[in-house]
């Protein structure tokens, strides 16, 4: 018996995203919005585009805990445009080790990218950290599950609808290895808040 009990402890684990209680009801996250973190917003197009997918990635740096988040997005912000020209930071949203989403680009606007995929239509979310080297923060896995459900109910996508960077393009280790073998995982914890 306590064999059996044991063998169904992992799958049910991990549909619950790794967390024994039950699942809360699904609730939307609060995002800190861009003028809270000393960010500025360009102007939105005269039509938003239409979004068709959320692409997951992670910073691709060593996030060091207990840096500071607002900070780094304002530098953030200055060196997509200044370096790179961009209207603004490539991703749309956000995810800090602490679990806290923080908008960025306004999701109307397609994100930016280094690789050859194409990001027009996609939400973009990004997880501060180098998932080649660290991992999630429970924390971080949490938020991040509550941000993608949350943004899949609002532009009325489907668990189906998740990808990360990698899965789009061969160019990129992105979202790194500790958060890719995790993304079932993640896509069934998502799963799991939808249905509550
Ligand atoms: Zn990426």
Redesign the pocket.
């Known amino acids: 018996m306590r064999r059996r009990r044991l063998a169904l402890a992992g799958p049910l684990m991990a549909l619950l995203g790794g967390c024994a209680a039950p699942a809360a009801r699904p609730r939307v996250p609060d995002i800190v919005a861009v003028a809270a973190w000393g960010g500025t917003s360009p102007p939105l197009p005269a039509q938003a585009q239409p979004i068709t997918r959320l692409t997951l ?2 910073q691709g740096e060593t996030w060091k805990p207990g840096a500071d988040v607002q900070d780094y997005l304002r530098r953030l912000q200055r060196w997509s445009r200044q370096a790179r020209g961009w209207v603004d930071i490539p991703y749309h949203y956000i995810v800090a080790q602490d679990g806290r989403a923080y908008a960025a680009r306004p999701w109307q606007i397609a994100g930016d990218t280094n690789t050859e995929y194409d990001p027009r239509g996609h939400l973009l979310v990004m997880l501060v950290g180098n998932f080649e080297v660290q991992e999630p923060t429970p924390a971080q896995w949490q938020g991040t599950v509550e941000l993608v459900a949350h943004l899949l109910v609002q532009h009325g996508l489907h668990v189906e609808d998740l990808a990360t ?1 990698r899965d789009l393009s061969a160019q ?1 280790l ?2 790194g290895a500790h958060l890719y073998r995790r993304f079932d995982e993640l896509k069934r914890a998502v799963g799991v808040r939808l249905a509550v």
């Open positions: 990635h992670h960077h990129t992105c979202p």
